[in-house]
């Protein structure tokens, strides 16, 4: 199961994470507990927590012997722009934690921060890996069955048939090798179910992705993606992105109506009190804290990006997508992987 | 408000509507009995049932004044290749329905059956109106307040710049003189909330849309689309579908596993009792039933195609939203607004 990249390492081996300490909604407090408690729980891997480096003191206090700071001065704020802020500030801590990577003193690199920051960093510091045009951005997706890997829900719209044949690619080495799925299904979404209807690009992706040892299975609807009907769901950057931006959305408002019932009548509040077990199953259904790890793909580095509203433990759970990523030397294989010579190199890039 | 075709008639006049008695999954009974429900609620209306006669007397009984029957010997089944059946199926009560309206003797078509026959049958029978490139299927959308205008949900994936443009134009049209919205807010779908963000065609499209008199807002993202940030919503095909179908499927899936803990155990029914107040306000929110009909927006007639699943409430509903449409004259306030000098004409179609 193990990539060339971690030859001689054995899966229980550490891996080393620089975690950027200062990104994400809720500042440094909830990244440096979420971290703690990885470190805690994993004492074989190594922690780096990187930025200001008296904040992270402050808050951690006593740091077990398992984690160490790494200083950076600078942090890139939510709403600034990703190139711009990461030209000003050298010293910003997402730059700070993939030149650990770099370097080759960190493994893996987890952030709760920018998301565009993180990707543009990556991109930037790291590269992409051969045979990879465009690096993807994955998100683990809750279903009615478990979860399922929906890529790319990144910034890069207009991809090509042969950008999509690629997030395929990358996607199923994810699910495979580090989220245990034997042989995962890989779908296209589109419209309608018949193989190869939709967009031009989804159809010349399903050719190239036929012409693949992949276990591909054609293409799956909006209706298919709580059903779990594919393990891997591949498109374009801007349906990804609507549709877990609008999964989010519209899950809130109906989980909202239910509260307001439960919140405004004395029946409602008792109804609550009785219904409070289901609850909790339901809860831990939709409990997306616990697949909050995004994956950027195809990038010379494991990349964890996770919610910019992540709290302790969904950065805890971050950390640990992060460390089963650099376990199985996630970039490496997915370079062999993109070395397999059924996909075709993608010649003409923007057609 | 009244549109150039609906000239001579007052708001409140009659309008005659062809309803295919054949189409959907529950076949006659259903479509029959909406069918009736309208008509006796809406007296100066007609309403033409277009099917097998024999069997749509058998289920209606004793037809009230406003209702007649014009026979259609065969029905275009919910699996079959749309072009293929209206090809070999002259006599479908689909294609029935629409030549009523082609030859003036209908106003509009209201139909829970094939929705790609249904569209073909519109664009062979009636075509295009002048300035349409492609014929657009909207949709009610609900949110948290109210309903919006999606559209394309239909079936022509790789729309350009100029469609988009096209798309907006029409939906503001059905938004303002069917639903009654006052100046839509008009927006496109996208990755980002930046005006023009997204793909290429979103950009030209930007473009297109800020030199028209539209109140085009820019663009929303996938988390507004259930907050009514916007009164119509425009994308392609392909990003429409799949929100609409991933909409039913998520809203389903949640509300399944409420019905699961409501019924499961003592304390679920028990709280379900006490919360059946609110449950109903839920339902009413969600009562996609009351919203179901979707409008084809550029052919030469009102055309609403209802879910092939409708049962008589929604076929009920979306006969009022046919007979809003024909008294508005959608066809001509459509080909009105498409001649507004602002909107370019789309030369290049597939660019």
């Known amino acids: 199961m193990t990539g060339p990249g971690a030859a001689g390492r054995g899966l229980e081996a550490g891996v080393r994470l620089a975690v950027d300490a200062m990104g994400g909604d809720h500042g440094p407090v909830e990244v440096v507990n979420g971290a703690l408690s990885f470190a805690r729980a994993n004492l074989a891997d190594r922690l780096i927590l990187v930025g200001d480096e008296a904040t992270i003191r402050a808050l951690a206090g006593d740091l077990p012997a398992n984690v160490s700071v790494v200083h950076a001065s600078q942090v890139v704020a939510m709403d600034e722009h990703p190139a711009l802020a990461l030209r000003e500030k050298k010293d910003a801590s997402i ?29 930037l510091r790291l590269g992409r890996l051969p045979g990879v045009d465009r690096p993807a951005l994955a998100v683990q997706m809750i279903t009615s069955a478990g979860s399922l890997v929906l890529l790319d829900i990144g910034a890069n719209p207009d991809s090509t048939a042969e950008h999509l044949a ?37 159809q010349r992706a399903t050719e190239l992705l036929d012409a693949t040892d992949l276990n591909f299975i054609g293409n799956v609807e909006g209706k298919d993606l709580t059903r779990a009907m594919a393990d891997v769901v591949v498109c374009d950057a801007v349906l990804g992105n ?11 408002f109906i989980f909202e109506l239910f509260r307001t019932e439960f919140r405004t009548t004395w029946r409602g509040r008792l109804a609550y009190l009785l219904l409070r077990p289901g609850i909790g199953r339901i809860r831990q259904t939709f409990d997306y804290e616990r697949v909050g790890g995004s994956p950027l793909l195809g990038v010379r580095g494991t990349v964890i990006i996770t919610h910019g509203r992540a709290k302790r433990r969904m950065i805890h759970h971050a950390i640990e997508v992060g460390a089963r990523g650099a376990r199985a030397g996630l970039p490496d294989v997915i370079a062999a992987a993109m070395r397999a010579p059924t996909i075709r190199p993608a010649t003409e890039v923007g057609s």
Chains 1, 2 share one sequence.
């Open 166 to 202: 690629q997030y395929a690619r990358m996607g199923a080495v994810f699910s495979e090798r580090v989220l245990g799925v034997a042989r995962p299904r890989v779908a296209l979404l589109s419209i309608g179910e018949e193989k190869g209807k939709g967009e031009v690009r989804v």
């Open 95 to 123: 730059l700070v934690a993939t030149d650990l990577v770099k370097r080759g003193e960190a493994d893996a690199i987890v952030t709760a921060g920018h998301t565009g920051a993180a990707m543009a960093a990556a991109v």
């Open 242 to 252: 609507v549709v877990i931006k609008f999964f989010e959305g519209l899950s809130t």
